[in-house]
């Protein structure tokens, strides 16, 4: 179809148009305004944020009242973009990133109520004549790119308020151009903020291909994406940054970029896939059967199931299809439980509902034996754990809470250090050194070597067996974790050591448990009882259990009491065995037996075989499982060592002493 021609454009006009493409940059504003609502050849669709889109917010800033992470201030008008009203540097990196715009074009599409769209162009027009380019990092530029693009799907491509008009709609292109180059040239380095500047560039070249520079930025967009996804994520799939709330994000982006290629027909290269796919498998096993995800590391406890949905639109698999239905729809996943050598991250689940419970009942665990990971979002917390069972989490990482180090307390440093991880705190230090230089807290020392000596996953029994040395402390602490027919966990913490240390086993409950925890003990055991779970302990003379006041955060910038477990030990080496067992209804009774044959507790610190009896009172029944750890590790090869025959034996007999099965691993 032929442009046509208008009559001269204004001196302004002329020059802004210089950033199109013949023949568009002859075109007049309004020739070009009209082009862009009625064109039909370019593909794209907006990705909201659920939680910057959501309509209260929305309604609120039609009065100026801007919330962000839980914190509302109402902002004059015209806006004062340099001004930040919070302490939380956060708050204005949001103002910024122009979440906000898409919700402003989903309203306006859903209401046609032109104050949305007379709202996005009061505060477009005032942010493009006021900020600088360089005022925030360039991922906030990246991000802000996104948005307004996606905004300018509602409020252009779909419909056409008479507030948009060609002089504003002229000034927003120069100004959208004018980012995308200055982004060009000040990409990040690495990592996640790489990934979404380089995804912006991608999406304005596809849905401007008028601009000049649109064909360049796809071919260098395109082919730095490929690099950024290498370097990315891992060999199994994890992101390099070892969070979990960012590792889906990465993906988020990813995903998006492959369906607009998609959409376009656009090439991308098989190595793409592949790493997307991968990414997708560590997804699909870290959901919780809640459809949530745990916050190991900085970030956020949310669902990222439609992320699922799309990989099995992109690339099939009915095992993705399964879970980002909770069972619904699809096949389960051929595994049960499964481990992520490279990203040292291990997944112990019951099952997928796909026997004789529901796909939410199930039992989850999710092992970290990882690498602090790359960047500045690693949390001190080698060898923590969290668990999950019949639709709740049980034992939970307590998330990031917020990046502010400002203030009486630093929660930033609180949140992040190894005291308020599930794992065990060693003369109230930190697993690696985390001190105030430059205005912050950071990471000054080597982090903790690392091992995974073992890892095993058959039908009724799974393993694992983790090591960690600090550089912090002379202490080796080793972790063994059985999962026990799918029930229920035995976790075995041994401490080792020259001389006398403090030692300080943390499990930190969910917000539920709040009030709702109670300590009973009997001659051998014991027993912490909070909703749907038991931690039970052989009594040992020098235990000293406490329930302290804790925190835990699901989302940024929001916090929630909730107790924290504290079993205390000192001497030089020491040991906890605590039975982890959840339950859906009646409370069971859990008792724990050491032989004084195995020389109780002593025996796992040696070499010798040891045992734990279990016994287990449930709805009338009574059982007992017999634990023997008969061996250490051996090797077997490149990466994780398994176990040979007979090194661990789990059996269990009614109160008959009937036999009602037997595993061995």
């Known amino acids: 179809m032929l442009l046509a021609v208008n009559q001269p454009a204004p001196a302004q006009d002329t020059d802004r148009r210089r950033i199109f493409a013949a023949p568009y940059r002859e075109l007049t504003g309004e020739a070009l305004l009209r082009h862009f609502q009625t064109r039909t050849a370019i593909q794209y669709f907006p990705v909201p944020d659920a939680v910057e889109t959501a309509r209260p917010k929305i309604d609120g800033m039609l009065q100026n009242r801007f919330e962000f992470n839980g914190e509302c201030h109402r902002l004059p008008s015209p806006t004062l973009w340099l001004d930040n009203p919070s302490q939380d540097r956060e708050w204005l990196i949001l103002l910024h990133k122009f979440y906000y715009s898409v919700g402003l074009g989903m309203a306006y599409h859903e209401t046609n109520e032109s104050d949305y769209a007379e709202k996005w162009v009061e505060l477009t027009k005032s942010w493009l004549e006021t900020v600088p380019n360089d005022f925030l990092p360039s991922d906030v530029a990246g991000r802000r790119i996104q948005n307004w693009i996606f905004a300018h799907h509602y409020f252009v491509s779909t419909r056409q308020p008479s507030c948009v008009t060609p002089d504003f709609y002229l000034a927003f292109l120069e100004s959208l151009h004018n980012q995308i180059s200055y982004l060009r040239d000040h990409l990040t380095p690495t990592r996640n903020h790489r990934t979404l500047e380089l995804c912006a560039i991608f999406l304005a070249s596809v849905v401007f291909p008028e601009f000049v520079d649109a064909a360049e930025w796809l071919t260098s967009s395109r082919d730095e994406l490929v690099k950024n996804i290498q370097s990315d994520l891992l060999p199994d799939g994890i992101h390099c940054e070892q969070s979990t709330d960012y590792h889906h994000l990465v993906l988020k982006n990813y995903l998006w970029v492959r369906r607009l290629a998609l959409l376009n027909r656009i090439e991308m290269p098989g190595e793409f896939d592949a790493l997307v796919k991968k990414a997708l498998e560590f997804s699909l096993y870290s959901h919780r059967p809640d459809g949530t995800i745990p916050s190991l590391s900085d970030g956020d406890s949310r669902c990222f199931l439609d992320l699922l949905q799309q990989g099995y639109e992109l690339y099939g698999g009915k095992d993705l299809l399964y879970v980002a239905s909770r069972g619904m729809k699809g096949q389960p996943p051929a595994e049960r439980s499964k481990g992520f050598d490279t990203g040292g991250y291990y997944i112990l689940r019951s099952g997928w509902g796909d026997r004789d419970e529901s796909y939410e009942d199930e ?55 190894t005291a308020y991880h599930n794992t065990v705190l060693v003369d109230k230090r930190n697993q690696t050194s985390y001190q105030w230089r430059k205005g912050r807290f950071r990471i000054s020392g080597p982090e903790p070597e690392r091992k995974l000596a073992a890892f095993a996953s058959q039908p009724g029994l799974d393993y694992l067996h983790g090591i960690a040395r600090s550089h912090e402390y002379p202490v080796i602490h080793e972790r063994k974790i059985v999962f026990v027919n799918g029930e229920y966990w035995v976790i075995v913490d041994l401490l080792k050591a020259q001389e006398p240390h403090e030692y300080d086993l943390l499990f930190h409950l969910s917000p539920q448990a709040q009030g709702r925890i109670w300590v009973g003990t009997s001659h051998d055991t014991l027993s912490i009882h909070s909703p749907q779970l038991i931690l039970a302990q052989p009594f040992v003379p020098n235990l000293q259990p406490s329930i302290e006041e804790g925190f835990v955060s699901l989302s940024y910038g929001e916090k929630h009491r909730a107790p924290i477990v504290r079993l205390n030990q000192r001497d030089s080496c020491a040991c906890f065995l605590t039975v982890v067992y959840p339950y859906k209804d009646n409370t069971p009774t859990i008792s724990i037996d050491m032989p004084e044959s195995h020389e109780g507790l002593q025996g796992f610190l040696s070499a010798e075989p040891a045992m734990a009896r279990i016994a287990i009172m449930r709805d009338g029944r009574r059982f007992h499982d017999e634990l023997l750890f008969t061996g250490q590790a051996v090797p077997d090869g490149g990466g994780p060592e398994t176990l040979a025959a007979g090194h661990l034996r789990v059996s269990r007999r009614d109160q008959d002493s009937r036999v009602l099965f037997q595993y061995q691993a």
């Not at 069972?389 to 990031?400: C, E, M, Q, S, T």
């Open 363 to 417: 039992r989850h665990l999710i092992f970290d034996c990882g690498p602090l990971g790359a960047g500045n979002h690693g949390h001190l917390d080698l060898l923590s754990f969290e668990a999950s069972a019949y639709g709740k989490p049980l034992i939970l990482d307590p998330g990031r809470y917020t990046y502010d180090e400002s203030g009486p307390v630093n929660w930033r440093a609180m949140f992040r250090g």
